[in-house]
């Protein structure tokens, strides 16, 4: 669970809001992380993924100004973040600034009507722990962007994709990390209760229900605290060589490679290493459709072992985990969790477990002092529920 509830952080937010910016704001938005269950590092290969919002939030008390300038400030950071809307560009604002900046800009080449903004941030969601805080600030920006100028895209399902698809480049162009997509539609399209299946080809998402605790079990989140970035060269690289790949076998993208045929496939490609990644990609996508069918069976022993055959898929063969992500993995899985596997970009980060409500606490302090006994930093464990999309507060 977040550390502060919601009510609690839409009233702090609007005090710093006042304190800053000298007035009330209109009013206060807020969107979730997330977490994926299954599906990594296939939505930039036309695959499928299977994120659920998190209830931890970002928050961010908002009004529009005349201008068109664009002020920011946030509770976790000193001082104001304050551009022109028409000087936003690659590293313009650079920092974190650059995902609010970054939103308006692509409201804008997209044809929309929007000008600047006050800002005011807070955020439950843990920074830089591969719950995806960038997504969570842009999606807040966005919604209320769409309220505010009254773009009236927050209250469909294909306004809020639209929203979604300006966030995405908000974040591969304007903050510069090449990130695929799926955070953002976590963000804005999750229901509570729900697990968000995303067709990253088609575009089309369905629901899958997603409540653990009638089955006596919760989702074990573990924030490593391993250090994670995406906008460093691994990410990119995975994608890169995706996108070779995909070119090398003649198809738009990986998720064309049928899995009956992968064999042949793989054998048409140059060099291990990228046979290991898309055979990662090709049988991930696999495991999403098999997981919501044994979601929808209700078959928790094989969501957990999906879990562990993603884990192994992304440690072996795609090689984006770490040692802080492989023993709390197997810390839990030996401490009687179905299953756990890392969970997002990667190279450090959280992994998610599904344990029985009862051995919350054995998991979390055995997962504690494995890191301990390794040197690690201490990890923080916390069960979640699914929860909902970005929407107004206040
Ligand atoms: C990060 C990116 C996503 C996705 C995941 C891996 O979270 O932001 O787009 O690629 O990594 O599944």
């Known amino acids: 669970m977040s550390e502060r509830d919601g009510v609690e952080v839409v009233d702090s937010v609007t005090a710093a809001f006042g304190r800053t910016y000298g007035a009330a704001p209109t009013g206060v938005w807020s969107a979730p992380g997330r977490v994926n269950l299954i599906g990594e590092h296939t939505d930039y290969n036309g695959g499928l993924c299977l994120p659920i919002a998190l209830p931890h939030r970002t928050y961010a008390a908002v009004s529009r100004r005349d201008d068109d300038v664009l002020r920011i400030a946030s509770v976790q950071q000193d001082g104001i973040v304050e551009v022109a809307l028409g000087d936003v560009s690659p590293g313009q604002p650079g920092g974190w600034g650059a995902y609010v900046a970054g ?146 076998l003649g198809v738009e993208t990986l998720r064309e490679v049928d899995p009956a045929a992968l064999g042949a496939a793989l054998q048409r490609l140059g060099s291990d290493e990228v046979r290991r990644r898309v055979r990662h990609v090709v049988t991930e996508i696999e495991r999403v459709g098999q997981a919501v069918a044994a979601l929808e069976a209700g078959d928790l022993d094989e969501v957990g072992r999906l879990f562990d055959a993603s884990h192994a898929s992304l440690r072996d063969d795609y090689e984006v985990s770490c040692d802080e992500l492989d023993v709390a993995t197997e810390t839990a899985r030996s401490k009687g969790a179905l299953g756990a596997r890392m969970t997002g970009g990667g190279f450090g980060g959280s992994c998610i477990a599904i344990v029985a409500a009862e051995d919350v606490e054995p998991v979390s302090t055995a997962i504690a002092e494995a890191f301990a006994s390794h040197g690690f930093a201490a990890p923080v464990s916390f069960a979640v529920t699914a929860s909902g999309p970005a929407a107004r507060n206040r």
């Open 103 to 248: 939103v308006l800009w692509a409201l804008r080449r997209d044809g929309l009507d929007v000008g600047g903004l006050d800002v005011l941030v807070d955020s439950t969601v843990p920074l830089g722990s591969g719950l995806s805080s960038s997504a969570a600030l842009e999606c807040a920006v966005a919604a209320a962007a769409s309220d505010l100028f009254g773009l009236d895209l927050l209250g469909s399902r294909s306004g809020r994709a639209r929203l979604a698809a300006r966030c995405v480049e908000a974040e591969n162009v304007i903050a510069g990390a090449p990130t695929g997509g799926m955070d953002q539609s976590a963000s804005l399209l999750c229901d509570e209760r729900a697990a968000l299946l995303l067709d990253c080809r088609s575009g089309e998402t369905r629901q899958v229900p997603f409540d653990l605790d009638a089955a006596g079990h919760v989702l074990l989140v573990t924030d490593t605290k391993a250090e994670h970035a995406l906008v460093d060269g691994q990410y990119a690289a995975r994608r890169d060589a995706c996108e070779q790949a995909a070119r090398d």
